[in-house]
């Protein structure tokens, strides 16, 4: 059964700020906790990762998984679906990033995970709960601090 979560927020940082700290994997280890390595897989054209391999912390052990990552809509978007992994059959999903009229972005995060071995429901609330938190909190943190010299 796939098991789908958004959330939404507001970031102090323009768009293509959060889509500049979103598609730099290498640097994920530094504000991901639970990321423990990122293996740049493929590159488009443009030089942009489009096949990620990323080795993290869940479900209280270790997991691997490679997305694909869909730049077409960028930097206002950016899509993903899951190529393999040892946890998860699916771990597809978005960012969308909006302007809002202030000079900030509304980030929105979409997530449809289907794992491969059942998980209590605690189980999977609480990395549910991480996975939402990183995706945004984290992700909102990261910009704001690399950008709060920028602010006027």
């Known amino acids: ?3 789908q979560a958004t959330q939404r927020t507001v970031i102090r940082a323009p768009a293509d700020r959060c889509f500049a700290v979103i ?14 390595s990122v293996q ?3 590159r488009d054209d443009e030089g942009r990762p489009v096949e990620v391999t990323f080795r993290a912390a869940a479900f209280g052990r270790s997991t691997t998984y490679t997305l694909s990552y869909d730049y077409s809509g960028a930097p206002g978007s950016l899509s993903w679906v899951q190529s ?3 946890l998860t059959s699916r771990l597809d999903g978005h960012y ?10 509304e980030a929105v995060y979409h997530l449809d995970v289907e794992l491969r071995v059942p998980i209590p429901g605690f189980v999977k609330r609480r990395a549910e709960g ?4 990183t995706a945004l909190d984290d992700l909102k ?11 006027t």
């Open 130 to 133: 991480r996975i939402i938190h």
């Open 1 to 3: 059964m796939t098991e």
């Open 84 to 86: 393999r992994g040892d």
């Open 141 to 151: 943190a990261r910009a704001e601090q690399d950008h709060s010299h920028l602010r």
């Open 40 to 42: 740049v897989e493929r």
């Open 23 to 36: 598609t730099d994997f290498e640097r994920y280890a530094e504000w991901v906790p639970d990321i423990k």
């Open 96 to 105: 969308i990033f909006e302007p809002t009229e202030g000079g900030d972005t």
